[in-house]
């Protein structure tokens, strides 16, 4: 089992920064894709960003394509979110979580772990 702890959200104005980190630990051997989902009140949970674990590539939503950036680093078993250029509809909970298939990455059915979740908060 994946255990997957979010840190680094918070209150930024719009056009801020910030940069979120996912502690990952347990049996991460058949991982194959670390993600990033988010949540805003009444709406879906989407798919913000993905890394493929092995061979490090990286898929974005278009709507945080060129401000977002997934990125890994396998020494201190974590992933990262860095977030530029926010802007208050980026405002939701946002969510780390492990796949051990290759396939949809933006679809939540197809993660099988999750953490508790961050929260960030953009205002204008």
Same mark, same amino acid.
């Given at each position: 089992?994946?255990?997957?702890?979010?840190?680094?959200?918070?209150? /930024?104005?719009?056009?801020?920064? &910030?940069? &979120?980190?996912? $502690? /990952?630990?347990?049996? #991460?051997?058949?991982?194959?894709?670390? &993600?990033?989902? +988010?949540?805003?009140? =009444?709406?879906?949970?989407?798919?913000? $960003?993905?890394?493929?674990?092995?061979?490090?590539?990286?898929?974005?939503?278009?709507?945080?394509?060129?401000?977002?950036?997934?990125?890994?680093?396998?020494?201190?078993?974590?992933?990262?979110?860095?977030?530029?250029? &926010?802007?208050?509809?980026?405002? %939701?909970?946002?969510?780390?979580? %492990?796949? +051990?298939?290759?396939? +949809?990455?933006?679809?939540?059915?197809? %993660?099988?772990?999750?953490?508790? =979740? #961050?929260? /960030?908060?953009?205002?204008?």
């Amino acid at each position: 089992q994946v255990q997957l702890v979010e840190s680094g959200g918070g209150s /930024v104005q719009a056009g801020g920064s &910030l940069r &979120l980190s996912c $502690a /990952v630990s347990g049996y #991460t051997y058949n991982t194959k894709k670390m &993600l990033w989902f +988010r949540q805003a009140p =009444g709406k879906e949970r989407e798919g913000v $960003a993905a890394l493929l674990t092995t061979i490090g590539h990286t898929y974005y939503a278009d709507s945080v394509k060129g401000r977002f950036t997934i990125s890994q680093d396998n020494a201190n078993k974590s992933v990262y979110l860095q977030m530029d250029s &926010l802007k208050p509809e980026d405002t %939701a909970m946002y969510y780390c979580a %492990a796949s +051990r298939t290759m396939l +949809r990455w933006d679809r939540p059915e197809y %993660a099988d772990n999750w953490g508790q =979740g #961050t929260q /960030v908060t953009v205002s204008s």
